[in-house]
């Protein structure tokens, strides 16, 4: 059975003390970027979602441009978003309007939650389509509740 001296206990605290200072500075770097990557992802999150409450609020009648790029602010802003850029497309929605897209896009540089920056000068962008509300060529029949198909029929080939 071999029993450790003083002097041996002393030398391996030393190197204990070497070693978690060579791995701090590397667990506080992951530690940073993994929150900013969560930060992103959540931010990500935001401008789907406003995307898609914009879209929403522009495929009911009555709907204007200003009204669907105010409703996916509204969301991004709440979120507590500081930039982002909202493009509506048409860009002015009138009755024959058929399909409405939202594109939100929020740049991480001026959104970030840390100093970090790992990501650099990402910008992050999704799009959201809807078919307007008077556009839709199905309904629902009578009892028992089915859906139908009423788009105008095309002529059949003949053979």
Do not use: C, W
Request: net charge positive; no cysteine; charged share 20%.
């Amino acid at each position: 059975m071999t029993t450790s001296t003083p002097r041996q206990s002393k030398q391996r605290s030393g190197a204990t003390i070497v070693e978690f200072a060579v791995t701090l500075p590397i667990l506080i770097l992951f530690l940073f970027a993994f929150f900013e990557i969560a930060h992103a992802l959540m931010i990500d999150s935001v401008v789907e979602n406003a995307a898609y409450e914009g879209v929403r609020r522009g495929i009911i009648p009555g709907a204007s441009s200003d009204s669907v790029e105010k409703a996916a602010q509204d969301v991004a802003i709440a979120s507590s978003l500081k930039s982002v850029n909202v493009f509506v497309e048409p860009n002015s929605i009138g009755p024959d309007t058929e399909r409405i897209t939202v594109t939100v896009s929020a740049p991480l540089k001026s959104n970030r939650l840390l100093i970090g920056t790992f990501l650099g000068n990402t910008m992050l962008k999704r799009s959201a389509t809807m078919i307007r509300e008077a556009h839709l060529r199905y309904q629902v029949g009578p009892d028992p509740p089915t859906i139908q198909d009423v788009s105008p029929q095309r002529p059949r080939k003949r053979k």
